[in-house]
């Protein structure tokens, strides 16, 4: 039982170019979030998703698109990356009411 | 808008010394409010879920507490290993959306 992975751990994009990055959970959980960590801030919310299909914005989603075609896969990706996209990103699942969190993906944007 | 605030920034206290961090909010109708523990390089660890005022739980050398307003975490007799950045965060009710998060307290304990 893994619980929440992400890939890459770890990426370096250019100004310009696009990624995708992928979280999958194996707790059945219907819900399934993105969020972004930066320095002095608190991690705010991206995009979520309540169910297979499904997807919603939270508080900063401008320059994201995200997909849930399967129930324990959730992708997020950045079409035209910006160094403003350069943060940690964290993908969470949870069932009815703890968000578990996966170990997080490092993303910088030159 | 649903707010957090964490205080204080950072603390460092010795080994064995007591002491408490405060999480502050103001949420439209809470749903839960969440406490986790997160280390260099890591996810945060969920660490506990209090839902009304009066509430509290225990786990080990921490223990949290809820009024309708803030949050504590007591830790009792802290050790080198409880070292971390503890995080508070709330969830509307009615929300199946995210958490909202504080900036949360960076705590050092040193032997």
């Known amino acids: 039982n893994a619980g929440v992975t992400q890939t890459p751990k770890f990426r370096v994009l250019k100004t310009g170019q696009s990624m995708t990055l992928l979280c999958a959970q194996d707790?059945?959980?219907?819900?399934m979030y993105w969020y972004r960590q930066d320095p002095g801030m608190g991690l705010r919310l991206i995009h979520y998703s309540v169910g297979e299909g499904t997807t919603a914005k939270g508080e900063v989603p401008d320059g994201y698109n995200v997909s849930r075609l399967k129930k324990q896969n959730f992708l997020l990706g950045l079409e035209s990356a910006a160094p403003s996209q350069t943060s940690v990103y964290f993908c969470?699942?949870?069932?009815?009411?703890?968000?578990?969190f996966g170990p997080g993906t490092r993303l910088l944007v030159l | 808008e649903d707010q957090v605030t964490q205080s204080p920034e950072a603390l460092r206290l010795q080994e064995g010394e007591s002491s408490s961090l405060n999480c502050s909010y103001t949420?439209?109708?809470?749903?839960?409010l969440f406490w986790y523990r997160q280390d260099p390089g890591k996810g945060p660890e969920f660490l506990f879920t209090l839902y009304s005022a009066g509430e509290e739980k225990e786990k080990e050398r921490l223990k949290a507490t809820l009024t309708k307003k803030e949050s504590f975490l007591h830790i009792t007799a802290p050790k080198p290993e409880d070292s971390a950045t503890y995080l508070c965060?709330?969830?509307?009710?009615?929300?199946?959306?995210?958490?909202?998060f504080g900036k949360g307290t960076h705590l050092i304990i040193q032997p």
């Open positions: 707790m059945n959980h219907e819900y």
């Open positions: 969470a699942s949870s069932g009815r009411e703890t968000q578990y």
């Open positions: 965060a709330v969830q509307a009710r009615g929300g199946a959306d995210g958490l909202t």
């Open positions: 949420v439209s109708g809470l749903r839960g």
